[in-house]
């Protein structure tokens, strides 16, 4: 029989551009966790969105684990070579009619009203069927109106109703690329993800993720969110809001910044100490209850 791992971890960054300091604490809350488990961490590269992506950002994001001993395990899996298997799911979904074309524009969907993460709240305008003459371009997933319960290891009992909140979702983009739910929801599973460990602006997403792991039949790993960090502004740092890439030195006093927005700051004997020696110690004093559930703030830009 083969050895299942009791705990897979994964980082699963875009390369947009390379890693800033919100990016390092998600790697490394996640990193933590599974080696606190004596777990497996993958990375996976999620280049889905082509026209988001930068040449070379993917061999950055690497060099700058690396450089912070976020070791990982095994080969790096790219989304952009796995449309086979998106385009699998998607046609298991078409199988039994769990999803619909739409044939609606950006512009079309405008007016329509958006939930408190700024999301447009599809109206179903196509759930019944295409108007006469109108062009499918995109695939949206018919989503239940009824509560989802799920149950997050640092935010406990949450309940989203897809419904109200989100409406049918896309799986296939009018771009023609697959969308991020259905990746990451077959990825996860491909890759035996057993703890999702990522930044909090992705929490309300999750039950999108867990619905289509309902749908397709795959397991649904472990979710903590980890609290996210803002510029002085308030602002999530992200390549929009201009945060700066994570420092080539210094990685150390980094580091210990990071620690401390994930509620383990390190104890003043390791002032000044390097990656490896903070991650040795972090990861023996690793406590998920210990991770707040607000907002940090980077307090330098690093
Ligand atoms: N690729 C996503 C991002 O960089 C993260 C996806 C995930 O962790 O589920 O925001």
């Known amino acids: 029989m083969r050895d299942v791992p009791a705990y897979v971890g994964r980082f699963a960054p875009s390369p947009t551009g390379p890693l800033h300091f919100g990016s390092l604490v998600a790697a490394l809350a996640s990193w933590l966790d599974a080696r606190a488990a004596g777990g497996r961490w993958l990375v996976r590269m999620e280049d889905l969105d082509r026209p988001r992506c930068e040449p070379g950002a993917a061999d950055s994001i690497l060099r700058q684990l690396d450089a912070y001993g976020l070791q990982w395990d095994g080969t790096v899996l790219v989304q952009s070579l796995r449309d086979d298997a998106y385009a699998a799911a998607l046609a298991a979904l078409q199988a039994v009619g769990a999803v619909y074309p739409c044939a609606c524009t950006r512009s079309q969907l405008a007016q329509a009203p958006r939930n408190h993460e700024s999301e447009i709240i599809y109206p179903g305008t196509c759930r019944n069927g295409l108007a006469a003459g109108a062009i499918a371009r995109a695939w949206r997933v018919r989503v239940p109106d009824?509560?989802?319960?799920?149950?997050?290891?640092?935010?406990?009992?949450?309940?989203?109703?897809?419904?109200?909140?989100?409406?049918?979702?896309?799986?296939?983009?009018?771009?023609?690329?697959?969308?991020?739910?259905?990746?990451?929801?077959?990825?996860?599973?491909?890759?035996?993800?057993?703890?999702?460990?990522?930044?909090?602006?992705?929490?309300?997403?999750?039950?999108r993720q867990i619905y289509l792991q309902t749908l397709l039949g795959l397991p649904m790993p472990r979710y903590a969110h980890v609290p996210l960090i803002t510029n002085a502004a308030g602002q999530k740092l992200s390549?929009?809001?201009?945060?700066?890439?994570?420092?080539?030195?210094?990685?150390?006093?980094?580091?210990?910044?990071?620690?401390?927005?994930?509620?383990?700051?390190?104890?003043?004997?390791?002032?000044?100490?390097?990656?490896?020696?903070?991650?040795?110690?972090?990861?023996?004093?690793?406590?998920?209850?210990?991770?707040?559930?607000?907002?940090?703030?980077?307090?330098?830009?690093?």
Do not use: C
């Not at 896309?170 to 057993?194: E, M, N, P, S």
């Not at 700066?244 to 700051?265: C, E, R, S």
């Open 146 to 207: 009824a509560a989802s319960r799920f149950h997050d290891r640092i935010h406990g009992e949450l309940t989203q109703n897809l419904a109200h909140d989100v409406g049918d979702f896309i799986v296939k983009r009018a771009d023609g690329w697959f969308a991020y739910q259905l990746a990451v929801v077959v990825d996860d599973a491909f890759q035996g993800i057993t703890d999702v460990v990522r930044g909090a602006d992705l929490l309300w997403n999750t039950p």
């Open 239 to 302: 390549k929009q809001t201009r945060a700066p890439a994570l420092p080539g030195a210094g990685q150390g006093a980094v580091m210990t910044q990071a620690l401390a927005a994930i509620g383990h700051a390190p104890a003043r004997e390791l002032a000044g100490a390097g990656p490896a020696e903070l991650l040795a110690w972090a990861s023996a004093s690793w406590q998920i209850k210990n991770v707040p559930r607000h907002p940090a703030i980077a307090n330098t830009p690093p």
